[in-house]
């Protein structure tokens, strides 16, 4: 686990069930203090998904059960690392602009980077139920400013690449992430 990330200490979920009661029934008691949830259970994981993308970044999530349900721990490492990236490179974090392959119904690489870190992005997607979806969640979020997300079909953009909401000067992309899925949906086109 990236250093820098919050989740390092694992959050204590009964606490966090008493903010988010949806996410009580799905609590299992391992020991007298300490509790948790089925991992494999997608409503079990979808609540613990919403509860700490509220709890923990402000960020209101509708997750579809039968579509793939992000762990926000491992979505804000991978964000992490984009930005120790960044600045190795001295690219600095001003106008950063991010395509998410594959954003999926959560859109959550964009939703995130842009609570954390204030970068923008361009989602991309080819399912139309997780295409609806991430734009709802874009929109209860009232990130249509700096997050677009766009439909896609047999490997590439329907229209233009660049996010047309983000033309700011001195602005450019610099970095494209991706969830495996979508890696293996890219090098089957």
């Known amino acids: 686990m990236h250093i820098r990330n919050i989740f390092r200490k694992a959050p204590d979920f009964r606490e966090l069930s008493e903010h988010y009661p949806s996410l009580q029934i799905h609590l299992v008691q391992v020991r007298k203090d300490y509790f948790t949830i089925d991992f494999k259970d997608p409503t079990a994981l979808r609540e613990l998904t919403c509860a700490l993308a509220s709890h923990y970044f402000g960020i209101t999530l509708a997750l579809p059960i039968n579509r793939l349900i992000p762990t926000l721990p491992l979505r804000l490492n991978y964000l992490l690392w984009i930005q120790d990236l960044l600045a190795f490179h001295q690219e600095g974090e001003e106008n950063v602009i991010g395509i998410d392959i594959g954003t999926g119904s959560s859109a959550i690489y964009a939703l995130l980077g842009h609570a954390v870190f204030g970068w923008s992005f361009l989602a991309t997607e080819t399912d139309p139920v997780c295409y609806?979806?991430?734009?709802?969640?874009?929109?209860?979020?009232?990130?249509?400013?700096?997050?677009?997300v766009k439909m896609v079909g047999k490997g590439k953009l329907q229209g233009n690449i660049a996010p047309g909401a983000h033309q700011v000067p001195g602005s450019s992309t610099r970095f494209a992430c991706a969830t495996r899925p979508s890696l293996r949906m890219m090098t089957s086109c």
Do not use: P, T, W
């Open 132 to 148: 609806k979806a991430a734009v709802e969640n874009v929109r209860g979020n009232e990130a249509e400013g700096e997050v677009e």
